[in-house]
């Protein structure tokens, strides 16, 4: 059976819509660690996921695991998870009206395979209503997002124009990894 090594709810459903049979347990990996040295978010994305990687193989042994991290950047701004009301009304202002780049780095492991994929899907944002805005603060639904970003919620009405998967930006690039979960061990 594959292990989901993330305790994201999306992630899991993302799985599941997929028709996708797994087991899900989250890891403890210290990701704020690695927010010194990688500056980029595209190294930074894959250095936290292929951390999460290995964490999930000391804890869980050889068996199939996914991971994956999403980071979200305006220009070279990596925006993280909010961690309070206030930095998550920062980063959405940041996004109001910007080009916005969600990146996801998906890795599945297995006994036959190594799948490695660091996905970019861009955004063009319409400006956020400021009433909308707290609305979504107050629910609470930004948190553990990655730059209190919910493109499938908050920010769907927002969207100008898109190129690139939903699923990437929702945090897992199922599209791409499909076709490698055929190599998950029995």
């Not at 996004?95 to 297995?110: D, H, K, M, P």
């Not at 990655?146 to 690039?173: D, H, P, Q, T, W």
């Amino acid at each position: 059976m594959i292990l989901l090594a993330s305790s994201s709810e999306t992630r899991a459903a993302i799985l599941r819509e997929a028709g996708v049979e797994f087991v899900q347990k989250g890891v403890d990996f210290e990701e704020e660690l690695l927010f010194e040295r990688y500056s980029s978010p595209k190294s930074l994305v894959y250095a936290v996921a292929r951390g999460k990687l290995n964490r999930a193989v000391e804890l869980f042994g050889n068996r199939p695991i996914i991971v994956a991290d999403t980071v979200v950047a305006v220009g070279e701004t990596v925006l993280t998870k909010a961690s309070n009301e206030k930095e998550a009304r920062k980063f959405l202002s940041l996004q109001s009206g910007s080009r916005v780049e969600i990146l996801t780095a998906t890795l599945f492991y297995s006994k036959r395979a190594l799948f490695e994929d660091l996905s970019v899907t861009i955004y063009r944002f319409e400006r956020f209503e400021e009433e909308e805005i707290e609305r979504y603060i107050r629910s609470g639904r930004w948190r553990g997002k990655a730059g209190a970003c919910m493109v499938e919620g908050f920010c769907k009405k927002y969207i100008k124009n898109v190129s690139g998967f939903e699923s990437c930006a929702r945090g897992l690039s199922i599209e791409k990894l499909l076709p490698f979960l055929k190599y998950a061990d029995s």
